[in-house]
């Protein structure tokens, strides 16, 4: 596009025409100005918005996630649930306040969904008192289905955890608090010890020095208490009641406390052991159970009457007592019927055959009694 220029004005009023012919030259000027920018532009080749731009401008999606001030977008009126406010709508915030219908919580609730499709739906919300929650529903709910972030079931885990740790935090063994010197063991509280060489208050055997592993527990106002000495893994427990009272020591029996170990004492005052024709074995055996009972077996022959004694019991096979037992005693010699021995065993352990009806060449000693406590 050119500039036309028009004719110079020409009068014989000179200085009318000037002034004429200037207006018209600022004219020119300013149009050449607004040419060349229009020229400018026209070659521009990058335009301020070319066809693909508005095209995507054209297509943006235009919906809404909040309010225009940045608040939530849907507002959950009274009288009215949640899930009717947002089932139908895509991704959204909503504020929900406390006494919704359908809300999980008791407080004010805000929350934002994050797919909405076909009355599908998940998303999640937190509460004014800060609980957190997550939902969904699908096309054949007629609710919401809410749970708790965590759920009750894993706070409830957690809070009911056991927090006394097995190892150090390297994974090595634990090592056990050491039970010190006159420690009463009925005063420890719940937990494992050991007591190495200590001379404890309540142990279930006085004056006893080993080592001894002890477990504490507790249930409600009652304590249990488990001693192993582990020198020769004998147990014990007991318990302290509700009252404070305690019920003393009980010892767990096992498998190698049912063997008897048979001692054979040493036999004297004339006697010796009954020899007969058939090869049993008579020897006079003593052994003492882990109830504390002992059972003496045997037969002798030929030794002092009295209170002397045919031999000594084991110690600690002593009876509680003195102790009187009936014995079988030899029928040979021309007596008739049976035949008996009176035999004493006194708290010190003389076993002795004090009398017989018969003679001494045979005389049973069989019998069970109770030893007192060492």
């Known amino acids: 596009m050119d500039i036309k220029f028009p004719k110079v004005f020409e009068t014989s009023d000179k200085a009318h025409a000037d002034l004429f012919n200037e207006m018209v030259k ?217 009252d404070g009272s305690f019920k003393g020591w009980e010892r767990m029996l096992t498998e190698k406390d049912a063997k008897l170990n048979w001692k054979y004492p040493t036999i004297g005052n004339g006697w010796k052991t009954y020899q007969s024709e058939v090869n049993n074995d008579y020897r006079v055996r003593v052994a003492k159970d882990a109830f504390g009972t002992v059972t003496v077996k045997g037969a002798i022959a030929g030794g002092t009457l009295g209170d002397v004694p045919a031999f000594t019991l084991p110690e600690g096979c002593e009876p509680i007592a003195p102790f009187y037992n009936l014995g079988v005693a030899s029928s040979t010699g021309g007596f008739k019927g049976p035949q008996y021995s009176r035999q004493y065993i006194a708290t010190d352990g003389r076993f002795c055959i004090q009398s017989t009806s018969s003679n001494t060449e045979f005389i049973v000693v069989n019998c069970m009694f109770k030893a007192k406590e060492g």
């Not at 899930?83 to 306040?97: E, L, N, P, Q, S």
């Not at 919704?100 to 937190?126: C, H, K, W």
């Not at 706070?155 to 634990?174: A, E, F, H, V």
């Open 26 to 242: 600022v004219l020119l000027v300013n149009d050449s100005g607004l040419l060349d920018q229009i020229t400018g532009h026209t070659s521009d080749t990058q335009p301020h918005a070319s066809a693909a731009e508005k095209k995507k401008w054209n297509e943006s999606q235009i919906y809404k996630i909040t309010a225009d001030n940045g608040t939530q977008l849907i507002n959950v009126p009274v009288g009215s649930t949640i899930f009717d406010a947002i089932k139908d709508k895509g991704i959204c915030t909503f504020y929900a306040r406390s006494g919704i219908e359908d809300s999980p919580s008791q407080y004010a609730l805000r929350g934002m969904q994050t797919v909405g499709q076909d009355n599908i739906g998940t998303g999640f919300a937190i509460d004014t008192s800060g609980n957190a929650y997550y939902f969904y529903y699908n096309s054949n709910h007629i609710s919401i289905i809410w749970t708790q972030l965590p759920t009750v079931a894993e706070k409830d885990k957690w809070n009911n955890g056991q927090l006394y740790k097995l190892t150090q935090d390297s994974g090595d063994r634990k090592a056990l608090p050491t039970v010190l010197d006159g420690t009463d063991i009925l005063t420890l509280p719940p937990g494992r010890y050991y007591a190495a060489g200590q001379y404890l208050t309540n142990k279930p055997i006085s004056n006893d020095s080993s080592w001894f592993n002890i477990d504490v527990e507790r249930a409600g106002t009652r304590k249990n208490f488990h001693v192993i000495r582990s020198v020769d893994n004998v147990h014990w427990f007991g318990t302290v009641h509700t």
